[in-house]
Antibody, heavy 118, light 111 residues
Framework: QVTLKESGPVLVKPTETLTLTCTVSGFSLSNTRMGVSWIRQPPGKALEWLAHIFSNDEKSYSTSLKSRLTISKDTSKSQVVLTMTNMDPVDTATYYC??????????WGQGTLVTVSS | QSALTQPASVSGSPGQSITISCTGTSSDVGSYDLVSWYQQHPGKAPKLMIYEVSKRPSGVSNRFSGSKSGNTASLTISGLQAEDEADYYCCSYAGISTHVVFGGGTKLTVL
């Protein structure tokens, strides 16, 4: 059974750095042609892809947020970590991690709501 | 503003069919058969309903189908049921620079 679960702070202050962890089970982060993506959704708004990392450690980032994002993985811990610097209230959103296979997001975590406020 | 354009809302009565369009460009939808559709109920995570334009994951009802023509992809739901009421998002691979783009989402109301 494939599962993903996001964890991290529920509240961050403006200018702080957000660190989110996605812990996966039911598949390995070393599986060929699979990876993990981060996707966010501001309240009442659409989904926005942020980044992904594949089994070969290939990383890709949203063009508009690239300067603020870093994605990494620890295969032994089955974890993928996303950091986002210089947080702003407009970054308030539910952050999801999802398994990506051939550019399809086939399994999703439950999401974690992150609020940016002083 | 989302990269892929979807109607904000569609509606239909139980038993009817509806189609949701997803318009992109020759750099995304028009160039790759890597269009997927996601269903999202309020407060829940999205669920993959269609991948690679027209394929259904195991467990997804055959009432859901997908297609593509040029730069526009479509999701059709036949035999509408109350449980289909949700938000639907399209998504496309967009090449090695942009990677992934989502649509703005469509709210489906079952009357």
């Amino acid at each position: 059974q494939v599962t993903l679960k996001e964890s991290g702070p529920v509240l961050v202050k403006p200018t702080e750095t957000l660190t989110l962890t996605c812990t996966v089970s039911g598949f390995s982060l070393s599986n060929t042609r699979m990876g993990v993506s981060w996707i966010r959704q501001p309240p009442g708004k659409a989904l926005e892809w942020l980044a992904h990392i594949f089994s070969n450690d290939e990383k890709s980032y949203s063009t508009s947020l690239k300067s603020r994002l870093t994605i990494s993985k620890d295969t032994s811990k089955s974890q993928v970590v996303l950091t986002m610097t210089n947080m702003d209230p407009v970054d308030t959103a539910t952050y999801y991690c999802a398994r990506i296979s051939d550019y399809n997001f086939d399994y999703w975590g439950q999401g974690t709501l992150v609020t940016v406020s002083s | 503003q989302s990269a892929l354009t979807q109607p904000a809302s569609v509606s239909g009565s139980p038993g009817q069919s509806i189609t949701i369009s997803c318009t992109g460009t020759s750099s995304d939808v028009g160039s790759y058969d890597l269009v997927s559709w996601y269903q999202q109920h309020p407060g829940k995570a999205p669920k993959l309903m269609i991948y690679e334009v027209s394929k259904r994951p195991s467990g997804v009802s055959n009432r859901f189908s997908g297609s593509k023509s040029g730069n526009t992809a479509s999701l059709t739901i036949s035999g509408l049921q109350a449980e289909d009421e949700a938000d639907y998002y399209c998504c496309s691979y967009a090449g090695i620079s942009t990677h992934v783009v989502f649509g703005g989402g469509t709210k489906l109301t079952v009357l």
